[in-house]
């Protein structure tokens, strides 16, 4: 007996812990954040319901079936019932897979804008590195040869090309308010992940691939990058900041890193 008050007691708190939200995400800050969440809710409620009646069906079997000092039975169970559960539990998930295509399908197979903002992101050992392509709208060459971390260049920028000598290169991710943003993923030793809680985004980044990734930020503020794939003993120390600039402090940002381009390049 004191088992099932015991179970009925757990499924309550449970319930009420999720219902209250005394645990939660932080407010989304997009679009995309918000169908996510809306979507989450609803399969959390209907687990939730399923939880909670399995958690008094169980509490109620061993109130019904306790030991009162009887003979044992043998119980073949009910074929009937296994069959519907486990067709039901099976429409539940399919149901539930259908639901969430629309999500994933809206950052990963949608095309980008013509307007999107291009970054490239770059994630190494242990440290992230984000390249846009500069007031040429063109990313230079690259070459593996040049990568020099210590000297500002972990891209491997090839100065000897034009369209390379605008590029900015930064530790942080800006991005204007209201943009569509497109990245491109690349990682040059292990598997990273890019997340940023706010955005309800995550995404590998796989070495020798590039991984493209659309969002858009609808709310200012600085928000955390941590890579959350474990990449080695320094992965706690790979981080860095989404910020999201009103368009105006975008502009001045940009005009200052290609401001500060030129006077490093000049002679």
Known sequence: ??????????????????????WWF???INQHGIIYDQHFLST?????????????????????????????????????LEVLWTSAAAVLFIGAVLASTRVYAGVHLGRPPENALRVEVLG???????RYPGPDGKFGRTDIKLIN???????????TDPAARDDIVTSALRVPVGTPVRLTLK????????????????????PGMEIPLVFQADK???????????????????????????AEEFRRW??????QLRQLQQP
């Open 44 to 80: 959390l409620l209907v687990t939730g319901v399923i939880f909670f009646l399995a958690q008094l069906a169980l509490g109620y079997v061993i109130v019904r079936y306790r030991d009162r000092g009887q003979r044992a039975v043998y119980s073949h169970g009910n074929n009937k």
């Open 220 to 246: 200012t503020g600085v928000y955390e990058i941590p890579c959350s794939e474990l990449c080695g003993l320094g992965h706690h120390q790979m981080r860095s900041t989404l910020e999201v600039l009103t």
């Open 124 to 130: 190494k050992q242990f440290a992230w590195s984000f």
């Open 187 to 206: 990682s040059r030793d292990v598997i990273h992940n890019f997340f940023v809680r706010e955005l309800r985004l995550k995404q590998d980044l796989v």
């Open 149 to 159: 971390d210590a000297g500002g260049n972990p891209f491997g920028l090839d100065d």
């Open 1 to 22: 007996m004191p088992l099932a008050f015991i179970v009925w007691a757990f499924a309550i708190v449970i319930v009420y812990v999720f219902l209250a939200r005394l």
């Open 254 to 259: 940009e005009q200052a890193q290609v401001e």
């Open 26 to 28: 932080p407010p989304p």
